[in-house]
């Protein structure tokens, strides 16, 4: 079973829900990615996911444009990135790790080589912006062959036709977009999310999380009502912009912290 | 070539091309694909397109012989597209009046546009100011103040031009903007694209709208020089001036077809604008898959050009499958002989070219030299250069 099915497994027996932390490799400085991720799980995260710094992140706000920028100009890369994972991988076992991009990167580097080489460097999941439902099969099929989960995007846009077809090459869990729109600050509507989260799960079989916007405990805990995970981002690179240099990881673990204890919140009322 | 029938329904043309998009763009591709489909089906969609480039644009724009400059040059007859006689002063607006009949007919309220010379930025303020939308051009900061005085045209056509300062704050920036305003206001907003590159259908679409340009040459080559050219030289970026000329010639096969890219400093120097002919990589940015100018960790590289309308690290997919197949060939131009070329056709024709279409320009003087006087060169004149004399003054070290 791979990480990220036992994983949900796990928590669904547990009645918990998935709390998803996504960071920038590489920001805001390589050396610290590693410490990060292992600091993410001790407050409390069940998934990582690990943006690939990219020139033109066309999907992103302004603040993981920015968080791209500058892992870029400290030269870090898809290659620096599965590095970053092997090395996490020495000591945790267990965390599922999501790579999360675009696609050219990935063309770069060749798709078959790239599937296996974050398979070797023990990644679990991929989710790449740009290989939209209809260029993704081929790749989808590489990612199968090792043992990867193929990560894919739905939005409030998405008609429900798609989310049938969406299925032959999903696996894992499936991303659901909260917003139109990039990646960071909004408002949301939880009445809407809530009830697409409801059909698309019974269509897809899949466990389903949901991103974009989210920026607190409370609004975690109003989405993992409905969620079987939340995913956040921004939030967390916002946090890591406004530390001075060495309190990152104390900052990180009290926001992740404080997100746990907000879906924890949820189980518990139940 | 027998004429072709691509792109397939999923925007390929062979390998090239596609719907590379964040599942959050996909329905309103999907929109913009049917309503454009619907549209070219329709007679007096196609009738009102037509009307607007003749009463509006000034077409057809005529193909002049430029006799004093092929006569000193002492080779092959060059002969100029006239683009530079639109409305708007290049081929842009023809693209533009098309998508925004598109955009009235799907009954958006607001367009939005990116822009690297500014042309493209220009066109769009004025359809928009033409068929009363809202109007945003988003321009790479760096762009903004190589471009001052398209920037205050668009702002008095009644656009709002947004500064880009991601990236290499420059055309490729401006349209990575330009989609996240897109994905966020997709309800209400339209996005026109300047160039055939971009996601499916964009591509597609653009190239039939500017494919005016070369029908007109087909008619207008028969009618006044009895037969059609032994060459067509037209300068690409993304391509849409290129493909629009290129593409009614596709089945004459005794007509060669040059795209000429921007070698900026020099291929050999890597500050160019050339993916097609420095042989770059095909990867994927924009939405589909094509040559492009990128680092061996797939990250876009820096291009440069002196014409800002050129300074892009792709090109349209159609051009990738030109190259392969074989059908058309492509050459890049320096900076320095396409300011060479401006200043030649300033001088001996009275014409003053864009940068852009100066590349073209010089490619045209290069060859015309190795042919006899009873050939016929056929250069598209994508548009003019009033904008550039802010560049071409700098490059002479003339201060205004």
């Given at each position: 079973?791979s ?5 949900f497994?796990?928590?669904?027996t547990?009645?918990?829900k998935a ?12 050396e610290?990615?590693v410490?990060l ?9 069940d998934?990582l996911?690990l943006?690939v ?5 066309m ?7 920015r ?21 996490f ?9 999501v790579?999360?991009?675009?696609a050219n990167p990935?063309e ?8 296996r080489a ?9 989710l ?6 209809e260029e993704?099969a ?5 990612l199968?062959?090792?043992?990867l989960?193929?990560?894919f995007l ?5 008609k429900?036709?798609?989310?049938a077809?969406?299925q ?14 990039v990646?960071?600050?909004?408002e949301?509507d ?8 409801r059909a698309?799960?019974?269509v897809?079989?899949l ?11 409370k609004t975690a ?16 690179i916002?946090?890591l912009?406004?530390?001075?240099s060495?309190?990152e ?22 | ?6 792109p397939?329904?999923?925007g390929h ?7 590379f998009?964040?599942?959050?763009l ?5 929109e ?6 619907a549209a070219?089906?329709?007679?007096a969609?196609?009738?009102e397109f037509?009307h607007?480039?003749?009463h509006?644009v000034?077409?057809p724009?005529?193909?002049y012989?430029a006799?004093?400059?092929?006569e000193k040059?002492?080779?092959?007859k060059i002969l100029?597209?006239?683009e ?10 023809n693209?533009?009046?098309g998508q925004?009949?598109l ?7 607001r367009?939005?546009?990116?822009t690297?010379?500014?042309?493209h930025?220009?066109?769009?303020a004025?359809?928009a100011?033409?068929y009363?939308f809202?109007?945003?051009v988003y ?11 398209n920037?205050y045209?668009?702002?008095l ?5 947004v500064?880009v300062?991601?990236?290499s ?6 349209m990575n ?22 996601p499916?259908?964009?591509p ?28 067509i ?9 290129a493909?629009?000329i ?13 795209g ?5 400093e020099?291929?050999e120097?890597?500050?160019h604008?050339?993916?097609?002919t420095?042989n770059a990589k ?11 100018l ?7 590289i ?5 014409s ?10 159609e051009?990738?499958w ?9 050459v890049?131009?320096?900076?320095s002989?396409a300011?060479a ?6 001088r001996y ?8 279409s100066?590349?073209?320009l010089?490619?045209a003087?290069k ?5 006899g006087?009873?050939?016929?060169l056929l ?7 009033d904008?550039?004399?802010h560049?071409?003054?700098e ?6």
């Amino acid at each position: 079973m791979s990480r990220i099915k036992s994983t949900f497994t796990r928590l669904q027996t547990g009645q918990r829900k998935a709390l998803i932390p996504f960071i920038t490799a590489g920001f805001p400085r390589p050396e610290l990615t590693v410490p990060l991720m292992r600091a993410l799980v001790a407050a409390g995260a069940d998934i990582l996911e690990l943006g690939v710094p990219f020139s033109d992140p066309m999907a992103d706000g302004p603040t993981i444009q920015r968080s791209s920028e500058a892992a870029l100009a400290q030269g870090m890369s898809l290659k620096k990135t599965l590095e970053i994972t092997q090395e996490f991988r020495k000591t945790d076992a267990v965390t599922p790790v999501v790579l999360m991009g675009y696609a050219n990167p990935i063309e770069a580097m060749g798709q078959e080589t790239f599937a296996r080489a974050a398979a070797e460097a023990g990644v679990d999941g991929v989710l790449t912006v740009d290989y939209a439902l209809e260029e993704a099969a081929e790749f989808t099929a590489m990612l199968d062959n090792v043992g990867l989960d193929a990560i894919f995007l739905l939005a409030p846009t998405s008609k429900p036709e798609r989310w049938a077809e969406l299925q032959k090459l999903a696996r894992g869990y499936v991303y659901y977009v909260s917003v139109k729109g990039v990646t960071g600050k909004r408002e949301l509507d939880l009445a809407e999310i809530a009830a697409r989260v409801r059909a698309i799960r019974a269509v897809l079989k899949l466990p389903v999380g949901v991103g974009f916007g989210i920026r607190d405990a409370k609004t975690a805990a109003a989405i993992a009502e409905h969620a079987d995970a939340v995913i956040v981002g921004s939030r967390f690179i916002e946090e890591l912009e406004r530390s001075p240099s060495g309190e990152e990881l104390a900052r990180i673990s009290a926001l992740a912290g404080e997100l746990r204890r907000g879906l924890d919140g949820v189980t518990k009322n139940r | 070539m027998q004429p072709y029938d691509l792109p397939d329904e999923r925007g390929h043309f062979g390998i090239y091309g596609g719907i590379f998009v964040a599942e959050t763009l996909i329905s309103a591709l999907e929109e913009l694909k049917d309503a454009y489909l619907a549209a070219w089906r329709d007679p007096a969609f196609v009738a009102e397109f037509e009307h607007e480039l003749k009463h509006y644009v000034g077409r057809p724009s005529p193909i002049y012989h430029a006799r004093r400059l092929s006569e000193k040059l002492g080779g092959a007859k060059i002969l100029l597209k006239r683009e530079d006689l639109n409305h708007t002063g290049s081929h842009k607006v023809n693209n533009c009046i098309g998508q925004a009949l598109l955009a009235k007919r799907m009954g958006k309220p607001r367009v939005i546009a990116e822009t690297g010379a500014g042309q493209h930025g220009v066109a769009a303020a004025t359809v928009a100011a033409r068929y009363g939308f809202e109007c945003v051009v988003y321009m790479g900061s760096e762009d903004i103040k190589r471009q001052a005085a398209n920037v205050y045209r668009m702002k008095l056509l009644g656009a709002t031009v947004v500064p880009v300062e991601s990236g290499s704050k420059t055309l490729k920036d401006a349209m990575n903007e330009a989609m996240r305003d897109w994905v966020t206001n997709v309800s209400d907003t339209f996005y026109i694209i300047g160039t055939v590159a971009g996601p499916h259908p964009y591509p597609m679409l653009v190239r039939d709208f500017q494919t005016i340009i070369g029908k007109e040459c087909v008619m207008q080559m028969t009618e006044t020089f009895g037969r059609q050219p032994d060459a067509i030289i037209a300068c690409v970026g993304g391509g849409s001036n290129a493909l629009g000329i290129f593409h009614p010639y596709i089945p004459f096969e005794d007509t060669l077809l040059i795209g000429v890219e921007a070698a900026g400093e020099g291929i050999e120097t890597g500050r160019h604008a050339a993916p097609l002919t420095a042989n770059a990589k095909a990867g994927v940015l924009h939405g589909n898959r094509t040559y492009l100018l990128q680092d061996e960790n797939g990250q876009i590289i820096e291009t440069h050009s002196i014409s800002a309308g050129l300074d892009y690290p792709g090109v349209g997919p159609e051009h990738a499958w030109l190259k392969d197949s074989g059908r058309a060939e492509y050459v890049a131009v320096t900076d320095s002989e396409a300011l060479a070329a401006f200043h030649a056709f300033c001088r001996y024709e009275g014409i003053i070219p864009a940068l852009e279409s100066s590349h073209a320009l010089a490619h045209a003087m290069k060859i015309a030299l190795t042919m006899g006087r009873d050939k016929l060169l056929l250069v598209c004149l994508s548009g003019r250069g009033d904008k550039d004399m802010h560049t071409v003054a700098e490059q002479s070290g003339i201060k205004f």
